[in-house]
């Protein structure tokens, strides 16, 4: 039975690209606001900075630095019908990525325990430059954070197709498509660090 | 036309294998160790490392890792396009700053 399928490969990537390039004006925008905001109050993002944990965001880097190469490796394997190895590399990075948001969580637990959260009684005591600084901290590594959550969710589903072979070595635009969503994130995060947990 | 002509058509370039990913990930790590370094040089080597080895990392992962080098023009000029967008914005908003 020969049926006929229409697929586009090159259109589905460039849709996700379109897609990606919108993520890349959300972010950009908040980084120009924050470097607006870092050129008016240096010194208060300088002390702002030095109140974050730097090992955890580098320890983070390094995550999902590793969870992007995995799935890119799951990518290879799967051009190679290597399906064993390809779920064992999105595995990994599914892995990752749940390490990243435990992390984070801890993180971000630690500065609710001092009581710096969005609209907390402590924030608004402090200098307004303070203030900007913890606003755009939460903002930008929270609405990463939904990102990564997003990003896991469309991984998972990657993990559950290449098991059922609904990705294959013929078929596997999906994947890239989602691998090409969690490298963005990965981007982004590339620059929340020194933005934030370096600016001391 | 099968589904099969049209899909390797479209991926008529070699792929790369496991190695040159990986190659890239070490060079990555690498840079992230000499970000990190740099930081702790005082505020003027801070900030160019920022400007310098962070975009060089997010060129890498974009390049390798999102297979852009892999694709043809019209995806570089998609995200050259954007990126040149988002660096007029950040000029006008700076020239507005310094004019004011």
């Known amino acids: ?200 | 036309m099968s589904e099969h002509v049209e899909a390797s058509a479209d991926h008529s370039v070699e792929h790369p294998g496991y190695g040159t990913y990986i190659k890239i990930w070490v060079i990555l790590v690498v840079l992230t160790g000499c970000l990190v370094g740099v930081s702790h040089l005082g505020q003027t080597a801070a900030v160019w490392g920022l400007l310098t080895l962070t975009p060089l990392k997010a060129g890498l992962v974009f390049y390798y890792f999102m297979h852009l080098k892999y694709e043809g023009p019209l995806f570089k000029v998609v995200v050259l396009v954007t990126l040149g967008t988002l660096l007029i914005f950040f000029a006008l908003l700076f020239s507005d700053i310094a004019f004011r």
């Open chain 1, 1 to 200: 039975m020969t049926e006929h399928v229409h697929r586009d490969d090159f259109g589905a990537r460039l849709g996700m690209w379109l897609f990606l390039v919108t993520e890349m004006v959300l972010f950009g925008g908040l980084f120009i606001g924050y470097s607006y905001m870092r050129y008016r109050y240096p010194a208060e993002f300088h002390h702002g900075g030095s109140e974050l944990n730097a090992t955890l965001g580098i320890i983070n880097t390094l995550v999902l630095l590793t969870s992007s190469l995995t799935v890119v490796l799951a990518i290879v394997a799967v051009q190679r019908a290597e399906k064993k190895r390809a779920l064992a590399f999105l595995g990994t990075t599914l892995g990752l990525g749940l390490v990243f948001l435990i992390i984070k969580s801890f993180e971000w637990a630690a500065k609710f325990h001092h009581g710096l959260y969005p609209n907390s009684r402590h924030l608004a005591t402090l200098p307004p430059g303070e203030q900007v600084f913890y606003g755009l901290y939460f903002t930008m590594t929270g609405l990463h954070g939904l990102h990564v959550i997003a990003g896991l969710s469309v991984l998972g589903v990657m993990f559950w197709w290449v098991a059922t072979d609904r990705i294959r070595q013929d078929r596997y635009v999906h994947l890239e498509n989602g691998g090409l969503y969690w490298h963005l994130v990965d981007v982004i995060w590339i620059f929340l660090l020194p933005l934030f947990y370096l600016a001391a």
